[in-house]
């Protein structure tokens, strides 16, 4: 029996070393075997492959490594959290005017402020058309059969709305008709709870957002020149800055951050003297949005990033 098995495991390596990868070496029936190339596999694994010259090749970088020098960072800053502009929640509503436009400027997201729209129509106008993911609402008047258009925004500042009122030939309605309106949300808007679910897309379709000019920090506006000009200066007068020099056709305004002028050491300052100039802000258009940026003339120790948020404070 024990004669049987050992046959077998002779024959069995002598079998595995029939090939040209291995030798068998046996001696008092002790057999080692071992490779001929240790590199046989690869030396084995086929043809190579064969490219010709006619394909073209395009790779697909979808994700690719940012290139070095790239970054809208400074080297070596932590990136602070994106700045979102806030709300007191004041639930304010007031008209506003800039030329020959008005609009209902109302501290309610839009979504909340939709339903107060439609509420206002009520019985005296029959609703034509809403198209909530525009903030549109036609309607007509049961009265005379006038058509009103309504369109609602979101505002500059965060969880608030803009409403805008148009007749059929697309002409701004009679200031009373926003005095009524106005006036309903006002009355209604505290403690209201309805919320347009259709509408909620409004919501993030708002109209000033941060971004980096030239790897400083800076503010977009989805607004023409005049609007941002209108939003910056009425901020503006809500700080304690000084405006030192401002010119409209060069899309400038010059800062002076001392919030205050009086003071012990305001007593050696000569009363003509000139206001320093800190920061001057700068506005360019970006297509049919308008980009602020922040540049910094002295060596104050205010940064950029405070000053936009005293600014961000003081949007609406």
Known sequence: ??????????????????NNFATLECENANCTLERINENERLVNEGDDLIVLDDISYEPSNDFPYPERGESLLKEGEVPRPKKIFSSEGSEQVEIRRLGEIYWIYAEALPSKAWPLVKDFLGNEYNLIEEVPESGVIRSQSVADNNELVVRVEHGIKNNSSEIYLYDNLNQVKEISFYEDMAKYISDNLPGYQGNSIAAQSLNLNKKARIVYIRKEIGIEFKLSYERAWSAISRALEKTKYTVSDRNRELKYIQLDLE??????????????SESEVDYELVFSQSGENTLLEFKKLSNTQVSVNELVDKINENLS
């Open 259 to 272: 919030e205050s002028n009086s003071g012990f050491f305001n007593f050696f300052r000569s009363d003509d």
């Open 1 to 18: 029996m024990k004669l049987s098995l050992k046959i077998l495991i002779f024959l069995f390596l002598a079998s595995c070393a029939s």
